[in-house]
T-cell receptor, first 112, second 111 residues
Framework: GAGVSQSPSNKVTEKGKDVELRCDPISGHTALYWYRQSLGQGLEFLIYFQGNSAPDKSGLPSDRFSAERTGGSVSTLTIQRTQQEDSAVYLC??????????FGDGTRLSIL | RKEVEQDPGPFNVPEGATVAFNCTYSNSASQSFFWYRQDCRKEPKLLMSVYSSGNEDGRFTAQLNRASQYISLLIRDSKLSDSATYLCVVNPSGGYNKLIFGAGTRLAVHP
């Protein structure tokens, strides 16, 4: 079946602009996660949604970052007033409760 | 200190070699442990979970030492297709929820 889908696959934008990254999880998966991976670094947890519970936002690096998940399905990660240090690959994953996470291909974000 | 630490490598080994990667974690209360594999410019994929008693999946063997807060992955009879970055992953609370990823160990298998 279809895997986790992320869009856009690549995004280049100027410093100071806002960006929106989209994640379409595997149908029926209740949990959705956002991570980011900088060049040569491990994955950094950003935020976690589980069903209708309040999201775990403990990984968001600043108040410029926010995410929402509408209808328990599609999620959008928004970065306001982008900075060069925001350049990274943003990965989304989804899972069924208690099962392994499945990752999307990621969005490669470049801030000029 | 990082929550999950790995030797970044690269480990350059010939086909057929046996290679081992180590990983240490800082949170002694961590409950679940995994190895993920990430190919260049691709997403991470679960390779195997790590159980307390140690577990094997074909050519891959994972071990956990809770006393030393240490996880290992052994790959026997290396194949060219094993070339990738191997990520040590820890869940402080158990299950698959909030995963803490190491930076990864790069493996290059050559003919």
């Amino acid at each position: 079946g279809a895997g986790v889908s992320q869009s856009p696959s690549n995004k280049v934008t100027e410093k100071g602009k806002d960006v929106e990254l989209r994640c379409d999880p595997i149908s029926g998966h209740t949990a959705l996660y956002w991570y980011r991976q900088s060049l040569g670094q491990g994955l950094e947890f950003l935020i976690y949604f589980q069903g209708n519970s309040a999201p775990d936002k403990s990984g968001l690096p600043s108040d410029r970052f926010s995410a929402e998940r509408t209808g328990g399905s599609v999620s959008t990660l928004t970065i306001q007033r982008t900075q060069q240090e925001d350049s990274a690959v943003y990965l989304c994953a989804s899972s069924d409760s208690g099962k392994p996470q499945h990752f999307g291909d990621g969005t490669r974000l470049s801030i000029l | 200190r990082k929550e999950v630490e790995q030797d970044p490598g690269p480990f350059n080994v010939p086909e057929g070699a046996t290679v081992a990667f180590n990983c240490t974690y800082s949170n002694s209360a961590s409950q679940s442990f995994f190895w993920y594999r990430q190919d260049c410019r691709k997403e991470p994929k679960l390779l195997m979970s790590v159980y307390s008693s140690g577990n094997e999946d074909g050519r891959f063997t994972a071990q956990l030492n809770r006393a030393s807060q240490y996880i290992s992955l052994l790959i026997r009879d290396s194949k060219l297709s094993d070339s990738a970055t191997y990520l040590c992953v820890v869940n402080p609370s158990g299950g698959y929820n909030k995963l803490i990823f190491g930076a990864g160990t790069r493996l290059a298998v050559h003919p």
